[in-house]
């Protein structure tokens, strides 16, 4: 069964999104209502997966998802929001979330937005803009098995960046983005990080 935390700051449609994913047969291990408890909630219960609302009262959520992928690769996120415009969506994907749906979605697109996330994939809700995808940047469609967040590194490793720059450039520490590199390089079936920055650029080549 999946394992979700739920985050949200208004309590009305935080317990509506529990019931739903319950009666969908998801266990739901917990719940947050700010950025800051979202963080220390799933670090005490590692879940498979978590709503994030990116409202919330003190670290937005954009800020807890990056922190969340920073500390657990394998924790996916979905963005559940009012948001629909294309920065809010760009910084959701840049921060790692693997999904982006709007609040006014159906049931069974964010069900489905959660099984796509869980397999990997990148998946843009019903109106929903995409902003960057065929702007240069690598992303999981160039990329199969990758995370947004594995993308998004090893389209800069592509570009010639080493790990301090790359850490500064997405506000992770030199450390975490070592571990992310080497994730890259096993994923991609690369000797090194040149032989993957080759890689990386004639898929992008490719796509013109």
């Keep these: 069964m999946i394992r979700v935390v739920v985050v949200d700051d208004h309590p009305v449609f935080r317990k509506g999104l529990v019931a739903l994913l319950r009666a969908s047969d ?26 994030m609302d990116l409202g919330l009262p003190d670290a937005s959520g954009i800020v807890a998802t990056e922190r969340i992928v920073a500390e657990s690769p394998d924790v996916r996120v979905v963005v559940i929001t009012l948001f629909d415009d294309e920065q ?20 069974d697109q964010i069900i489905a937005a959660m099984d796509a996330a869980l397999s990997g994939a990148l998946w843009v809700g019903a109106g929903v803009p995409r902003p960057g995808f065929g702007q240069g940047a690598a992303t999981t469609a160039d990329l199969p098995g990758l995370t947004p967040r594995e993308a998004a590194i090893a389209d800069l490793m592509s570009r010639g960046l080493g790990n301090p720059v790359i850490a500064e450039r997405l506000g992770l520490s030199p450390k975490t983005v070592a571990n992310y590199v080497s994730l890259v390089l096993v994923k991609l079936g690369a000797e090194d990080r ?10 992008r080549e490719q796509r013109g």
């Design 88 to 107: 809010s969506v760009r910084a959701a994907f840049e921060a790692g979330a693997s999904a982006y749906v709007l609040k006014r979605s159906p049931p």
């Design 26 to 51: 998801v266990e739901v291990v917990g719940e947050a209502e700010s950025g800051t408890e979202a963080i220390e909630v799933v670090r005490d219960v590692a879940p498979d997966l978590v709503l």
């Design 194 to 203: 040149h032989d993957a920055a080759r890689m990386v650029r004639a898929l």
